[in-house]
């Protein structure tokens, strides 16, 4: 299996492939001391940490006398890059080899350093230095580099290694203001992603940059700051194989469009071809919105998919996406006239211009490595974390013309007043899902006077907890007449949900009907019995004298015998009777008065008398 997957993996060609070019984004670095190292000299920027797009910083070189590949951490060595007070900052010099890349620059930044040089160690061309592979790697430091990195050549790296052996101070000034063109007031940046959500850390690094970056995307959109244009790669099945089954799984359009299986594993999960319909779905969503002038609808789609149709719960599908459109309030069959047939023999107009676009122009090399962030026409290198981003969007704004998000991080984006951000609500309550954050809007079930809201915050969000029925009686079914109210809220039900009160029927929520006890012969079915259907309940009434006892739905005769066959009373009669016979004549009728008052306060406990004129039930919650 492993070998066939190679081989198709290897099969599959980007296009233009043969006119392929990556370009190293670099950066300055100039040397201000000694005089026999002056000079500016360039350096590539590493592909994760925090470079300063824009901005300048000035530290003191280091480089250790243990650990020179900084490829153990520094605590055991008792190492400390941390700056005195007053002093420079401590950029560590660190031999290339041994280790990746990320982990010399994590050791770095825990000992305390401000950034990390790499020294190549063989004379070259500078590269760039790229995060690991994630399968092979316990990567969970990642995302948690901050410090800039850069590569320097070997050449330089010598020379800074001489100057401090002989006892030299080496300050060096990294400088990424010129790193990025900022030819006028508007940057145009564009976002190379993928719709697969089960790419391991490089997939859910890309997620959670589009939830956290959106708030601030979407307001430099709709001020005109920015010209944003997602983007999305696929790759060809050479002829002589676009009838084999790999192609068909992986590809659409007859081997036109092809990604990667998600799982890597042809026999389960998702298909390559399904990666590539929904980033056909996402290039689509955004030409539609574009059109309609709301090109920032793409980011609120993209986070909104990911949560509400991933692929570990078999949701990454059609019929999902398309609810999550219509939650956006975008034109649903102009999606679908752009995603066409993929089944057809023919190219797919958007598809295409994609493929188109990988091929790098001008001072942007071809995108290779997913995710890819271009802006102003230049690969972005560093982590995908929303103030780095922003530091480099910022950076390709002509001075002065940046917008006020460039100079402050407190932003609000009033999303929810449209549409109610396509989230929950229930109007009837005034509660909503939708929070205006400054990540953007998200849907989040809220927590009210105290009760907390559980659901998924798009389509449901119910009450739950001990007060849940204060707020719009839990969501359930409630109703008030002739001053009695019944209500399907289950007060102390921790899991929330509605179910009718007795004598109700219905599914709780927005309706629960009176439940006719005697067309349904579920009461008062005794010979001598008379019903009445009652709002909630039903009344019963006896012929002649007897009484009717709800407990045992029975009538019973005033002078104390029963009427019916069944009763616990006539046993006690028939002892009191035989009693009766036994004792004296006197005493006789005494006994008998005296139970029957007996009976009758007995009765009165379980029922208002007849003689009393008063409905049988005032108890909402009635007995049956
Ligand atoms: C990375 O940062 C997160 C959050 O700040 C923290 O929970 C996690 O432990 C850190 N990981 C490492 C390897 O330090
Ligand atoms: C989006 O709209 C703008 C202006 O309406 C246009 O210049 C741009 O080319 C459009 N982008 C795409 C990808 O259609
Ligand atoms: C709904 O709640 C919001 C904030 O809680 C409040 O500002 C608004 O006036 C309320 N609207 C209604 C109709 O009660």
Redesign the pocket.
């Known amino acids: 299996m492993r070998e066939k997957l190679g081989f198709f993996i290897w099969v599959l060609f980007l296009w233009g492939f043969c006119l392929g070019k990556f370009v190293v984004e670099k950066n300055s670095l100039r040397v201000t001391s000694p005089e026999s190292v002056k000079g500016v000299y360039e350096c590539a920027i590493g592909n994760f940490g925090v470079p300063q797009y824009g901005g300048t910083m000035v530290g003191t070189v280091v480089y250790p006398k243990m650990n020179q590949k900084a490829c153990k951490s520094f605590d055991d060595v008792d190492v400390s890059f941390k700056s005195k007070p007053g002093g420079l900052p401590i950029f560590l010099l660190a031999d290339r080899g041994d280790c990746y890349f990320t982990l010399k620059a994590w050791n770095a930044q825990k000992a305390g350093a401000a950034a990390i040089l790499v020294t190549d160690n063989r004379i070259e061309p500078l590269i760039t230095m790229d995060t690991p592979e994630e399968e092979n790697s316990r990567a969970d430091y990642l995302q948690n580099i901050t410090i800039p990195s850069a590569l320097i050549s070997k050449t330089l790296g010598d020379s800074i290694k001489k100057a401090l052996s002989s006892g030299e101070m080496v300050n060096i000034n990294l400088d990424w203001r010129e790193t990025l063109p900022h030819p006028d007031d508007r940057v145009e940046y564009e976002f190379w992603t993928n719709s697969n959500d089960e790419c391991g850390n490089k997939c859910d690094s890309q997620i959670e940059f589009v939830k956290n970056f959106k708030g601030a995307a979407q307001i430099l959109e709709k001020g005109g700051y920015t010209?944003f244009?997602p983007h999305y790669i696929t790759w060809y099945c050479p002829e002589a194989f676009a009838l084999s089954k790999q192609c068909k799984s992986q590809c659409i359009n007859h081997g036109r469009y092809c990604a990667p299986d998600p799982e890597q594993d042809f026999s389960r999960g998702y298909d390559g071809k399904d990666v590539v319909v929904q980033n056909l779905r996402q290039a689509c969503l955004?030409?539609v919105a574009?059109?309609s002038g709301k090109?920032w609808l793409w980011w609120d789609y993209v986070s909104d998919f990911s949560i509400r149709c991933p692929m570990k719960e078999k949701k990454y599908t059609k019929e999902c996406a398309d609810e999550v459109i219509k939650s956006l309030g975008l034109d649903l069959n102009k999606i679908n006239k752009c995603i066409g047939n993929p089944e057809a023999d023919e190219e797919n107009p958007v598809l295409k211009a994609e493929q188109d676009a990988q091929i790098g122009t001008g001072s942007r090399g071809d995108v290779t490595i997913l995710p890819t962030l271009v802006i102003n026409n230049r690969q972005y290198r560093g982590k995908l974390d929303k103030g780095a981003v922003l530091k480099a969007i910022c950076a390709g704004f002509q001075e002065t013309t940046e917008p006020a998000v460039c100079l402050t991080e407190g932003i609000e984006t009033n999303q929810c007043l449209e549409n109610n951000g396509g989230c929950w609500q229930d109007n009837d309550a005034n509660v909503t899902a939708c929070k205006d954050t400054f990540r953007g809007r998200v849907c989040e079930c809220p927590v009210v006077r105290g009760v907390k809201f559980v659901g998924d915050g798009y389509t449901h969000c119910e009450a739950s907890g001990a007060l849940r029925c204060e707020i719009n009686n839990g969501g359930c079914w409630e109703e008030k007449r002739d001053g009695k109210t019944y209500s399907a809220c289950i007060e102390d039900d921790s899991k929330g949900g509605c179910k009718c009160p007795p004598g109700f029927k219905g599914d709780g929520v927005k309706t629960c009907e009176d439940v006719d006890e005697c067309k349904e012969k579920l009461a008062c079915q005794c010979p001598e019995c008379k019903c009445k259907n009652t709002w909630g309940s039903y009344e019963c009434s006896c012929s002649g004298n007897a009484l009717y006892m709800r407990e045992h739905d029975t009538c019973i005769n005033k002078e104390g015998t029963t009427s019916s066959s069944w009763n616990v009373f006539w046993v006690i009669f028939l002892g009191l009777a035989v009693s009766g016979v036994t004792g004296y004549a006197v005493y006789k009728y005494r006994i008998r008065s005296y139970m029957d008052s007996e009976i009758r306060a007995i009765m009165a406990q379980y029922m208002p008398l007849d003689n009393q004129g008063e409905a049988p039930n005032h108890v909402a919650h009635a007995d049956i």
Do not use: D, S
Request: glycine share 0%; proline share 14%; hydrophobic share 15%.
């Open positions: 010209q244009t955004f030409r574009n059109e090109p």
